[in-house]
């Protein structure tokens, strides 16, 4: 069992940066694969990037590549996401997930996920 808490969300125009951290407490998170995921009102939960158990690879979903960068800190029990060049379509309740994997892998379909944060709100005005 993992609980994930998620901060760093606000309002910021669009070319700004936030970074978004996702503090994971109970079983050692070094054992998870870990994920970001978006979704918007009225739309599905969307892929937005992952980062392997010992954060040695990553992937993004094609709208944040080059824009975002997923890291973590398993020391602190800590996966961030680095969001620059804001735009006003990044606007969405951002998650933090895990899944439990004997291997590395990226999977991008939400329910692969075991475990899942309370979500921060991004805004990006325009």
């Known amino acids: 069992q993992v609980q994930l808490v998620e901060s760093g969300g606000g309002l910021v125009q669009a070319g700004g940066s936030l970074r978004l951290s996702c503090a994971a407490s109970?079983?050692?998170?070094?054992?998870?694969?870990m994920g970001w995921f978006r979704q918007a009102p009225g739309k599905e939960r969307e892929f937005v990037a992952a980062i392997t158990r010992s954060g040695g690879k990553t992937a993004y979903a094609d709208s944040v590549k080059g824009r975002f960068t997923i890291s973590r800190d398993n020391a602190k029990n800590t996966v961030y996401l680095q969001m620059n060049s804001l735009k006003p379509e990044d606007t969405a309740l951002y998650y933090c997930a895990a899944l439990l994997a004997v291997i590395d892998y990226f999977p991008r379909s939400p329910s692969t996920y075991n475990y899942w944060g309370q979500g921060t709100q991004v805004t990006v005005s325009s």
């Open positions: 109970g079983r050692t998170s070094s054992t998870y694969v």
